[in-house]
Each structure stands twice: as C-alpha cells, then as structure tokens.
C-alpha cells in the first residue's frame, strides 16, 4: 500500500536526518508532531544534495548530481519516487505548495560547489541565497502552513536565518574546505593569511543576520517557534565560540559544541521558550 512505502520512505528521512546531524534532530524534535516529518523530509532532500558534492569522492559527481536533479523534478511530476527520500520530499513539495523556483536555485547553488570558482560578493550572495536562505524558506513553508501572509512576513528573517547557519558552518569547516575541497567562499579573503581582522568582518556579518533572524523567530507560531529557536540558539553558541578563537586556529581544527553542552543548550531553550520568553 501506498501509504506504507511513504511512511517508510519518511522514516529514511528522519533516519538521515539523525545520523547527519545532531543539532537539527533536537530543533526538529521541539516541534509541534504534526511539522516533524515534513522537515525530515526537507533536510534528507537537502543532505543527499550536499553529500553529492561534499563527499561522493572517485565518483563522477556531475553526472550524479545531474541525476538526482532529474529525479526530484520527476518525483514532483508524478508524485512518487522509489528513491525514498525524494519520495517523501515530493510529498511536502504538494503538501505545502514549495515553489518549483527554491528547489531549481538550491540545486544549482550544489552545482556551484562542483566547479573552481572565485568568489566575488556577487558569487557568494548567489550561493548563499540557494544553499542556505532557500532552504529557509521551503521549511517556512510548512511552519506558516499556507499562511501566506505569515510567509511574506517573516520571509526576511528565515532567509536571515539560513544565511546565519550556512556562514557559521563555513568558519566550522574552513580546514576541510580549504584544504581537503579547495573551496574558498568567502570573497576578498586570503585563505593562506587568513587574519583575525578579516575574520572580525565575517563575525559581523554573521551578527546582524542573527539579530534580524530571532525577530522572526519570535513572530513564529507556536507550534515551530521552540523548535526553531532551539537551533538558533545551538547555532548562535558555536558562533560566540568560533569568535573566541584566533583565525590560524580555523584552519587547523574544526570548531564543535560537545554533546553535553548541547543537551544543557536544549534544556536553557526549553525554559525560555516555556516562560514566554521567546
């Protein structure tokens, strides 16, 4: 029956969704039940996408990134896909009306990552525009659930937000990037004298797209503000402590918040989010 190959093909979703990525699975989990498998669903879409790019090494990336592109939209077009995780993302594309138009510039922002480029500002807004900020928005999709004045309004802050995750990630993971991808993001930055100065220009910005982010965040529904506020704050403390480290240090080893300091993060949201305080 087909709704026991969906709901099996959402379980490889959530699946996925742990196995990558502890701090998204504890921001999931703080969701109202009824958001938790579309969101599964959004980041095992995404995940497979990057892992094609980021990981698939000896492998003829190209041609499987073309591939799975083809997949989705074909997935879309007729609402199924043996391919479980495109087979559940199709499912939330129908269900919450995801424009055709973010997932054309999120795969072609993962078609960016598989060629020598230099980036200019131009360059890295078009690239954080489809790997980051449009990701925030089909999960805002499902958050304002056909509120499309809620999604208007808060469309900003959720691009904000994912432009704030994604910048952090790129100090996190600067030493692999750069010297095992030979990715350089940032534009106008020096990677083999990477100074404390241009990284205080990064911090900045990555500070302003926080503060407008948690506006929106206090703006959400209920049902997807917890959830949304507990990554926020997970990411905001790996920031505070990348700030604290010296920039030579970022290409050397890969900044990470313990699995105790994450569950003492979970646990300080949680109170917050249960005072009214967000």
């Given at each position: 029956m087909?709704?026991?190959?969906?709901?099996?093909?959402?379980?490889?979703?959530?699946?996925?969704t742990r196995a990558y990525s502890t701090s998204f699975s504890l921001g999931i989990y703080f969701l109202k039940n009824s958001l938790r498998n579309p969101i599964y669903s959004i980041y095992g879409f995404v995940r497979f996408a990057d892992e094609i790019v980021d990981s698939f090494e000896g492998y003829n990336k190209k041609q499987l990134l073309e591939k799975f592109r083809f997949d989705t939209f074909e997935a879309i077009k007729q609402k199924i896909s043996l391919n479980p995780i495109l087979n559940s993302f199709q499912k939330v594309v129908h269900q919450y009306n995801i424009s055709m138009?973010?997932?054309?510039?999120?795969?072609?922002?993962?078609?960016?990552?598989?060629?020598d480029i230099e980036y200019s500002k131009?360059?890295?807004?078009?690239?954080?525009?489809?790997?980051?900020?449009?990701?925030?928005?089909m999960c805002l999709h499902v958050?304002?659930?056909?509120?499309?004045?809620?999604?208007?309004?808060?469309?900003?802050?959720?691009?904000?937000?994912?432009?704030?995750?994604q910048k952090v990630n790129f100090l996190r993971d600067m030493k692999d990037d750069y010297q095992i991808l030979g990715r350089t993001y940032f534009p106008n930055v020096d990677m083999s004298q990477f100074s404390n100065q241009a990284k205080l220009a990064i911090e900045r910005e990555i500070a302003s797209d926080f503060r407008e982010a948690l506006a929106g965040i206090k703006k959400l529904p209920e049902s997807s503000r917890g959830g949304v506020f507990l990554a926020y704050v997970y990411y905001n403390a790996l920031f505070k402590k990348i700030i604290n480290v010296p920039a030579h240090r970022l290409l050397t080893e890969r900044i990470r918040i313990g699995n105790g300091k994450k569950i003492g993060l979970m646990l300080n949201s949680m109170l917050q989010f249960k005072m009214n305080m967000v």
């Amino acid at each position: 029956m087909k709704p026991l190959f969906d709901d099996v093909s959402v379980q490889c979703s959530k699946i996925t969704t742990r196995a990558y990525s502890t701090s998204f699975s504890l921001g999931i989990y703080f969701l109202k039940n009824s958001l938790r498998n579309p969101i599964y669903s959004i980041y095992g879409f995404v995940r497979f996408a990057d892992e094609i790019v980021d990981s698939f090494e000896g492998y003829n990336k190209k041609q499987l990134l073309e591939k799975f592109r083809f997949d989705t939209f074909e997935a879309i077009k007729q609402k199924i896909s043996l391919n479980p995780i495109l087979n559940s993302f199709q499912k939330v594309v129908h269900q919450y009306n995801i424009s055709m138009d973010l997932i054309e510039t999120f795969l072609e922002s993962m078609k960016m990552d598989l060629q020598d480029i230099e980036y200019s500002k131009e360059k890295y807004d078009q690239y954080i525009l489809g790997s980051a900020e449009v990701v925030g928005l089909m999960c805002l999709h499902v958050f304002t659930n056909g509120n499309l004045e809620m999604y208007e309004e808060l469309k900003p802050n959720a691009m904000k937000l994912g432009a704030a995750f994604q910048k952090v990630n790129f100090l996190r993971d600067m030493k692999d990037d750069y010297q095992i991808l030979g990715r350089t993001y940032f534009p106008n930055v020096d990677m083999s004298q990477f100074s404390n100065q241009a990284k205080l220009a990064i911090e900045r910005e990555i500070a302003s797209d926080f503060r407008e982010a948690l506006a929106g965040i206090k703006k959400l529904p209920e049902s997807s503000r917890g959830g949304v506020f507990l990554a926020y704050v997970y990411y905001n403390a790996l920031f505070k402590k990348i700030i604290n480290v010296p920039a030579h240090r970022l290409l050397t080893e890969r900044i990470r918040i313990g699995n105790g300091k994450k569950i003492g993060l979970m646990l300080n949201s949680m109170l917050q989010f249960k005072m009214n305080m967000v």
